[in-house]
């Protein structure tokens, strides 16, 4: 591993330390183990990027540090959503190798792509990017939610936006996923769709969340007709494919 990949390493935990609240100072040793690795901290200090106490404590990352430390999780947690939704793979795996690659240009490009997701499939929220602050989905996603899909009409899910371990299990059991077709029965008092699972009824948090692929902004009646992901996937580039089911 060489240095750049190792310091960004570090700077990953030091955000999740502090993004989860942990107190305990040895935290960062313990999840390095036997390779954790002392210069590597002198390294950061130097760099700007942490505060070390008197006896070689980390104090607290600095602001050059959290907004670096930043990008490198908001590229990790976009990564997960691109392959775990749209690519149907091993999402940690390969987010590892991701973060470290993908330039702040590209990441922005995947995040419109992917509608501005909120949480990565673990639930942990997504730090903004500059393209979530100036609504680019508006004008560049291909993608829209459930909930502006017309009572009747048909589309196929492009991902979905999971808050949290339980609702990726209710969706699994609906077998509402990333390229199935769900139709909307109704919106009102509650949405209700047809899936692969039978009818069912969402409330609004769930549906808003559920993304679908558009075309120009319709949506087929019957929902034979719609576009795929196949035909982004030869547009953009981006190698979508159906998820496989378990």
């Given amino acids: 591993m060489n240095k750049k990949r190792e310091r960004e390493e570090y700077l990953e935990v030091l955000w999740r330390i502090k993004e989860d609240g ?6 960062l040793k313990n999840a390095f183990g036997s390779d954790f690795e002392p210069t590597i901290i002198e390294d950061l200090e130097q760099a700007g990027h942490i505060l070390t106490g008197d006896n070689g404590s980390i104090v607290t990352l600095t602001d050059a540090g959290y907004e670096y430390a930043r990008k490198i999780i908001r590229a990790h947690r976009i990564a997960e959503k691109l392959i775990c939704d749209a690519l149907g793979g091993d999402f940690e ?14 990441v922005d490009s995947i995040c419109v792509l992917l ?37 009747g009409m048909s589309g196929r899910v492009a991902f979905i936006n999971y808050s949290d ?4 299990y209710k969706m699994d059991t609906l077998k509402i996923k ?20 039978g009818d069912v009824a969402l409330d609004d948090a769930v549906a808003s969340n ?13 929902g034979e007709n719609m576009l795929g992901p196949g035909k982004c996937r030869r547009k953009r ?4 494919m159906r998820r496989k089911s378990a």
Wanted: net charge negative.
């Fill in 210 to 222: 559920i993304l679908l692929w558009k075309e120009g902004g319709q949506f087929n009646a019957g």
């Fill in 93 to 106: 795996s390969g987010a590892c190798e991701f973060e470290h690659i993908l330039n702040t240009d590209l």
């Fill in 165 to 168: 371990d339980m609702q990726i």
């Fill in 115 to 151: 509608g501005h997701p909120r949480r990565c499939p673990h639930g942990k929220p997504i730090p903004q990017g500059d393209c979530c602050k100036t609504a680019a989905r508006t004008v560049q996603s291909p993608v829209m939610p459930l909930t502006e899909l017309e009572s």
């Fill in 178 to 197: 990333p390229g199935g077709m769900i139709k909307l029965l109704q919106k009102s008092p509650s949405f209700v769709v047809s899936c692969e699972g």
């Fill in 22 to 27: 942990i107190e305990d100072p040895d935290y």
């Fill in 237 to 240: 580039g981006f190698g979508f």
